[in-house]
T-cell receptor, first 112, second 115 residues
Framework: AQSVTQPDIHITVSEGASLELRCNYSYGATPYLFWYVQSPGQGLQLLLKYFSGDTLVQGIKGFEAEFKRSQSSFNLRKPSVHWSDAAEYFC??????????FGAGTRLTVKP | GAVVSQHPSRVICKSGTSVKIECRSL??????MFWYRQFPKKSLMLMAT?????????EQGVEKDKFLINHASLTLSTLTVTSAHPEDSSFYICSAQPDRPEKLFFGSGTQLSVL
């Protein structure tokens, strides 16, 4: 069965610092991997996705993620965090957008 | 970009009443729509998948008689929480998928509070 683990429930970083959010998955085949961001009381916005090809994926708002098959990971990174990046981040895995499974989320707090 | 409108954004109702939540794809036809439930500080749980013109497919543990889903057109799916109780209070989110399976667009969610 497919599953997603986001080990960090809450992360706090200073504005301007780099960020890495961890995501590990369990999936029987080559997965489709996604990162979404959710602001309070809002729906989800897609940051980036990986289907195939280059394992380093660029997304919106300066985010990137790297697919590492050997580690079953798809960590999200940003070189310099902005205060507006404070939100909840979800990693998801699936055979596509059908039947996606979401991680529990990581809440990002940005200190001034 | 594609827009999915979800309405209402917030609803408060008395226990025992039914609540209908609408999910509309505004600028594309959605062959498939998904409904999720999100508890505070928790992840999204897929409740059901609805395809236009057919019965919804419910995930294990989701009561289909409790959460009625209708996908009557390619731009509209509705979720009706029947005889709502306080334990049904949650954040409900829909998403819509156009004909390209790798695309998925989310609504802004509905906060349901049952008193």
């Amino acid at each position: 069965a497919q599953s997603v683990t986001q080990p960090d429930i809450h992360i706090t970083v200073s504005e301007g610092a780099s960020l890495e959010l961890r995501c590990n998955y369990s999936y029987g085949a080559t997965p489709y991997l996604f990162w979404y961001v959710q602001s309070p009381g809002q729906g989800l916005q897609l940051l980036l996705k990986y289907f195939s090809g280059d394992t380093l994926v660029q997304g919106i708002k300066g985010f990137e993620a790297e697919f590492k098959r050997s580690q079953s990971s798809f960590n999200l990174r940003k070189p310099s965090v902005h205060w507006s990046d404070a939100a909840e981040y979800f990693c998801a895995v699936g055979p596509g957008t059908n039947d996606m499974r979401f991680g529990a989320g990581t809440r990002l707090t940005v200190k001034p | 970009g594609a827009v999915v409108s979800q309405h209402p954004s917030r609803v408060i109702c008395k226990s025992g009443t039914s609540v209908k939540i609408e999910c509309r794809s505004l600028d594309f036809q959605a062959t498939t729509m998904f409904w999720y439930r999100q508890f505070p500080k928790k992840s999204l749980m897929l409740m059901a998948t609805s395809n236009e013109g057919s019965k919804a497919t419910y995930e294990q543990g989701v009561e289909k008689d409790k959460f009625l889903i209708n996908h009557a057109s390619l731009t509209l799916s509705t979720l009706t929480v029947t005889s709502a109780h306080p334990e049904d209070s949650s954040f409900y989110i829909c998403s819509a998928q156009p004909d390209r399976p790798e695309k998925l667009f989310f609504g802004s969610g509905t906060q349901l509070s049952v008193l």
